[in-house]
């Protein structure tokens, strides 16, 4: 079984920046692709930004220029640095991954997701 647990949402004022961290933990063989979805108030979760376990990274056109991306493979974490924020940043923040281990004895790929943590901008 695997966890992943998000710290380091928060309340800030528009034009502030935060970062979030997702660390993952458990028996798995590696991680392959890591993302931050978001989800606001009655709205469908949405991918924030992706990055592979090679770092190749993509994001939301929303967020491009303002957020970035990356990961500590050692650490099986991944952050997403969130700069310039604005009130429609506010949602609550999940972590993804796409995970290689065994279950049931077979090796395969199976999808986890954190608790998800709140990120409130304050315009």
């Known amino acids: 079984q695997v966890q992943l647990v998000e710290s380091g949402g928060g309340l800030v004022q528009a034009g502030g920046s935060l970062r979030l961290s997702c660390v993952a933990s458990?028996?798995?063989?590696?991680?392959?692709?890591m993302k931050w979805y978001r989800q606001a108030p009655g709205k469908q979760r949405e991918l924030v930004a992706d990055?592979?376990?090679?770092?190749?990274?993509n994001y939301a056109e929303s967020v491009k220029g303002r957020f970035s991306i990356s990961r500590d493979n050692a650490k099986n974490t991944v952050y997403l640095q969130m700069n310039s924020l604005k009130a429609e940043d506010t949602a609550v923040y999940y972590c993804?991954?796409?995970?290689?281990?065994?279950?049931?004895?077979?090796?395969?790929?199976?999808?986890?997701w954190g608790q998800g943590t709140q990120v409130t901008v304050s315009s």
């Open positions: 990055i592979s376990s090679g770092g190749n990274t």
């Open positions: 993804n991954a796409d995970v290689r281990g065994y279950r049931r004895g077979v090796i395969m790929n199976s999808d986890y």
């Open positions: 458990g028996s798995f063989i590696s991680i392959n692709f």
